[in-house]
Structures are given as structure tokens and as C-alpha cells.
């Protein structure tokens, strides 16, 4: 029983506000009275001060391993460009892209990186995990008027297809008339980011093109 063994555990009781025993067993770690409806022989009480320093050390051992992880990708990203191309030209590009690796949200996929890099060597402007109402768009390219998104998968299912088009119809409207979403697929990328701004500006061409000939008939 809660109140016996409390006893003989020499466990501070009290009574709560509806007179029901209530116990007051040490935090295993600093050792301050932890309010309990019960005490249970053996267990773990945790203050809440020493339960928040618990949740923010997982934190950061979470962004730690995450941090790894990056860094990971990062040199899988300058490998992967390494075999397409010469990767000396790319040097300012990833110390840009070092410095903002641990940012929240940010490159989370090598393809993600490399189209970093490749934008940033070719001095495109652009913004990275734009949010646009609940979306988050990979990257914005201003000056082409592109919504650039790395697909890792191409999407099947009805449901997705849906989702997606809505997605972009919100992401579209609230960017206004004249821009673009373009999808470039992780293949495409792994093969060689250099092709990247030349496919975009062969889509730009061929739906304007499109646009024409729809506008003409
Ligand atoms: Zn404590």
C-alpha cells in the first residue's frame, strides 16, 4: 500500500485538497519534494525544474545527431556534384551552406544541398523553406518568378495528387500572376545539378509556348 510503505519509507504525506493522501517522495536527481497522488516503492520521481532540464538535454542531443547527420549530407552533396563537375567553384557555395546547415527546417535531404549549392554558385538569387500560409515551399527563386520543389518521390494516388494541387493552386495564388511551380525530381538532380537552371528555364519556355498556342486557338 501507497501509505505503509511511505511510512516506512519515511516519505512526507500529506492531504490534498479533498483530503486523499497525497505523498511527497524526493526527485532521484536534486532530491526536492515531488507532489504524487501515490508512492510507489522504487520508482523515479522527477521535480518539474528537473524535468525541464531533462526535455532540453534531449533537445540537444537531438539537434546534435541531427547536426551529424547534415554534416553527412553535406559531404555526400559535394561528392555527388564532385563525379558531374568540377567542384572548386562550388567553395564559396559550401561555406555559405556550412554556416546555415543547423538551421531548423533546413537541408534536409543531399538534394536539397546540392540544388543549394548549384543556385548559390550560379549567383541565383533565392530563399530557402519559404513558409506560404501552412506550406513550406524548398525554394523560392525571385528573380526567375520560380517555386522550386525537390521531389524525392513522384507522387501516386489520388489523395496526393489532390493534395498537391491544391497546395499549389494556394502556394500559386498567394505568389501572384507570372510565377511558376516547378518540380525537379531527386533523380534528375543525383544525375547532374548543373543541368538544374538550364531545365528550368526549358520548362519556363515551353509553358509560355504552351500558353501561346492555348491563347491563339
Ligand atoms: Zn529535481
Redesign the pocket.
Known amino acids: 500500500m501507497s501509505w505503509r510503505e511511505a511510512m516506512e519509507d519515511g516519505i512526507p504525506v500529506g492531504r490534498d485538497s479533498r483530503k486523499y493522501s497525497c505523498y511527497y517522495p524526493p ?1 532521484h ?4 519534494p ?1 507532489y504524487s497522488w501515490s508512492y510507489i516503492r522504487g520508482a523515479q520521481y ?2 518539474k ?2 524535468r525541464t532540464e531533462l526535455v532540453r538535454q534531449a533537445r540537444e542531443k537531438g539537434n546534435a545527431i541531427s547536426a551529424d547527420k547534415k554534416q553527412k549530407k553535406l559531404e555526400d552533396a559535394v561528392k555527388r556534384i564532385s563525379k558531374v563537375t568540377d567542384i572548386a567553384p562550388y567553395k564559396d557555395a559550401i561555406r555559405l551552406v556550412t554556416q546555415n546547415l543547423n538551421r531548423r527546417g533546413w537541408y534536409q535531404s543531399t538534394e536539397e544541398i546540392m540544388v543549394a549549392l548549384e543556385l548559390i554558385r550560379r549567383g541565383i538569387k533565392a530563399y530557402h523553406q519559404v513558409r506560404i500560409f501552412e506550406y513550406a515551399v524548398d525554394f523560392i527563386l525571385p528573380d526567375m518568378k520560380v517555386a522550386l520543389e525537390i521531389d524525392g518521390k513522384i507522387y501516386h494516388g489520388k489523395d496526393k495528387l489532390e493534395y498537391q494541387s491544391v497546395r499549389d493552386d494556394v502556394i500559386m495564388y498567394k505568389l501572384g500572376e507570372g510565377w511558376e511551380m516547378i518540380r525537379i525530381s531527386t533523380d534528375n538532380i543525383n544525375q547532374n545539378v548543373t543541368r538544374l537552371i538550364p531545365g528550368i528555364n526549358a520548362v519556363l519556355v515551353r509553358r509560355s509556348t504552351t500558353r501561346k498556342i492555348v491563347k491563339s486557338t
Request: charged content about 10%.
Open positions: 526527485c536527481i536534486c532530491g526536492a515531488v522527477t521535480c525544474d528537473c
